[in-house]
C-alpha cells in the first residue's frame, strides 16, 4: 500500500469479546486495510484470519506472568510503524479503552505526535453476562452496574478499588480479571456488608465456543471454582441478576463462531 501521508495512523481496535460476529464492520475493514497489526493474546483465531495478507502481523500478547513484550516496547513499535507511513491496527480483545491500556497507548501516541483514532469493540463484561443470559439491568432488580478490576491488588491499578464503596453503589458488579483474586474480593465486599448467600457468576471464554458458567453465592463459589478448575480470562458479575440466568440457560445463540 502507498501513502500520500508521510506519517502514518495508529487505529486502536476492539476486537469484542471473542465471536467474530461481534466484531464490528469498522474494525474488519481497517484489517482488511491495514499494513500492520499488532495483537493482544486474547483476540479470536477467527478475527486474526481477516487481516489483510499482505499486511505485517506482530503479536504482542500479554498474558498474565507471561509478558511477551513490554508496554513501552509495544508503544515504540507502534510509534515506529506509523512513522514509517504505515497504516497501524493496534488489535485489542473487547474494548480498547475498558481495561484495555488503550488510554495509556493513546496518550503515548499522541505525545510522539502519532495520529491516533479508536473504534471501540464489545466488552467482555457486557458480551459474557449477556451470552450467559444474565442482563446486566432490569427493571425490577438492578439500577446500575459497576466494572472493575479485581487485578488491582496487586498494584496494578491506581486509584485502588474501594470495595466497600462498591459494595453500595450499585446493584450489579461486574469484574474484569478478578478469578486469581476472587477470595481477596469476596472477603472485601462481604466485609463491606453484602450478604455471602448473594449470586454470583463466572463466566468463562464468554462468547467464544468453550464457554463455560459457574453460578454459585458469595459462600459457595470458591469452592464450586476449585473443583471445577475454573481458571481465567473470566468475568464475574454479582448480583441479583445472576438469578435469571436460567431463563436463557437453553437458548445459547446458534451462530457462535
Ligand atoms: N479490554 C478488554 C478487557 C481486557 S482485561 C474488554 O473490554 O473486554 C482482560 C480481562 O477481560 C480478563 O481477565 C477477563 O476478565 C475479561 N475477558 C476478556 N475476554 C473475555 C471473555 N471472552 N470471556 C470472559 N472474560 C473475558
Same mark, same amino acid.
Given at each position: 500500500?502507498? +501513502? ?6 495508529? *487505529? ?20 482488511? +486495510?491495514?499494513?500492520?497489526?499488532? *495483537? ?10 481477516? &487481516? ?7 503479536? =504482542? ?9 513490554? !508496554?513501552?516496547?509495544?508503544?515504540? %513499535?507502534?510509534?515506529?510503524?506509523? !512513522?514509517?507511513?504505515? /497504516? ?22 499522541? $505525545? ?9 469493540? /464489545? ?7 449477556? *451470552? ?35 459494595? +453500595?453503589?450499585?446493584?450489579? /458488579?461486574?469484574? *474484569? ?11 472485601? %465486599? ?9 449470586? &454470583? $457468576? ?6 467464544? #465456543? ?11 463459589? &470458591? ?9 481465567? #480470562?473470566?468475568? =464475574? ?7 435469571? +440466568? ?12
Amino acid at each position: 500500500m502507498t +501513502h500520500q501521508n508521510p506519517l502514518g495512523k495508529v *487505529y486502536l481496535v476492539g476486537a469484542g469479546p471473542g465471536d467474530p460476529g461481534l466484531f464490528t464492520l469498522k474494525g474488519k475493514t481497517l484489517l482488511e +486495510h491495514a499494513d500492520v497489526v499488532v *495483537y493482544d493474546a486474547l483476540v479470536s483465531d477467527a478475527i486474526l484470519a481477516m &487481516i489483510n495478507p499482505e499486511a505485517e502481523k506482530i503479536n =504482542a500478547g500479554k498474558r498474565r506472568g507471561r509478558h511477551s513484550r513490554l !508496554q513501552g516496547e509495544t508503544t515504540q %513499535l507502534l510509534v515506529e510503524k506509523a !512513522q514509517n507511513s504505515a /497504516i497501524v491496527v493496534r488489535l485489542k480483545g473487547g474494548d480498547p479503552f475498558v481495561f484495555g491500556r488503550g488510554g495509556e497507548e493513546m496518550g503515548d501516541l499522541v $505525545a510522539a505526535s502519532v495520529p491516533v483514532e479508536v473504534v471501540p469493540g /464489545i466488552t467482555a463484561g457486557i458480551a459474557a453476562p449477556a *451470552y450467559a443470559g444474565i442482563p446486566l439491568t432490569h427493571r425490577n432488580l438492578s439500577s446500575s452496574v459497576t466494572f472493575v478490576t479485581g487485578h488491582e491488588a496487586v498494584g496494578k491499578y491506581r486509584p485502588q478499588v474501594n470495595w466497600r464503596a462498591i459494595a +453500595h453503589g450499585s446493584e450489579t /458488579i461486574v469484574i *474484569y480479571m478478578g478469578v486469581h483474586n476472587l477470595d481477596h474480593i469476596i472477603q472485601e %465486599l462481604k466485609s463491606a456488608g453484602l450478604s455471602g448467600e448473594t449470586s &454470583i $457468576a463466572l463466566v468463562r471464554w464468554g462468547t467464544c #465456543p468453550e464457554q463455560q458458567e459457574l453460578i454459585g453465592s458469595l459462600d459457595t463459589i &470458591i469452592e464450586q471454582m476449585n473443583q471445577e478448575n475454573f481458571t481465567a #480470562p473470566a468475568v =464475574a458479575v454479582i448480583g441479583g441478576v445472576v438469578n435469571l +440466568h436460567s431463563l436463557l440457560n437453553h437458548c445459547r445463540p446458534l451462530l457462535v463462531n
